[in-house]
């Protein structure tokens, strides 16, 4: 099994889950500093905690916003952006309006992820589409906005919805925003060969609240005696 450098850069940890206590963000920050993670992403009440936890250290706090449905106006996203990152957010992951995709209503689409791109910039910004919910067509029409209006990264899925991240929506998304563009994987990855495959299909960091799972499971050698 081929074995990537710096795999724990790649990681953005994650406890988004709603029953979350201080007590799991307070481990959430500690793992993400024994092992150097990219960032940690938590909901944005729990902002000013992970970054007063994190300050001093490498590791980036990053805020969902519009979470995890994406149905919010583009001012409540706004705001909840600008809020994170005066809490101490570095980056932000934000759903898009799924049902304008769906109504193939592209403008409010592109007004959506533009606003909140202008609002917070320079802090870079990650579009999540909820790939589970989109035709190829309709993956490939949003990921063309959301890199011309300005967007870091394209990312598949909030974990929340009917699916996850697959190989062939990394490969999509990459074949569609080109080489330069971040693309995310997240949702249902809490493996390390599974990290991997993403990684060589296209993928620039993984969301997961497996993190620590992925970067300390231990390589075992396939039929061939590769590892």
């Known amino acids: ?98 049902g304008a995709v769906k109504s193939k209503n592209y403008k409010i689409v592109e007004n959506d992820i533009k606003n909140v791109v202008k609002a917070v910039s320079p802090i870079g ?34 974990g929340f919805s009917t699916g996850g991240a697959t190989v062939e929506d990394i490969k999509l998304l990459r074949k569609t925003v080109g080489p330069k563009m971040g693309v995310k994987a997240a949702g249902g990855i809490r493996d390390y060969k599974t990290a991997i495959a993403l990684i060589q299909a296209g993928a620039t960091r993984i969301g997961t609240s497996a993190g620590v799972k992925i970067v300390t499971e231990p390589t075992v050698p396939d039929t061939k005696g590769n590892y």
């Not at 000013?48 to 979470?67: Q, R, Y």
């Open 125 to 158: 910004v990650k579009t999540i589409l909820e790939t589970c919910l989109l035709t190829n067509e309709e993956k490939m029409k949003v990921a063309k906005i959301a890199k011309r209006v300005g967007a870091w990264f394209v990312k598949t899925s909030t």
């Open 1 to 98: 099994m081929i074995k990537i450098k710096n795999l724990n850069k790649y990681i953005d940890h994650t406890v988004l889950k709603p029953e979350a206590s201080v007590a799991d963000i307070k481990k959430l920050c500690a793992e993400a500093k024994k092992y150097n993670f990219a960032t940690v992403f938590v909901n944005p009440s729990y902002i000013s905690l992970a970054a007063n936890l994190l300050k001093g250290t490498s590791v980036k706090v990053g805020c969902a916003v519009g979470f995890p449905l994406g149905a919010t106006t583009t001012e409540v996203k706004v705001m909840e952006a600008m809020q994170a990152i005066a809490d101490g957010a570095q980056e932000i992951d934000m759903v898009i309006n799924v």
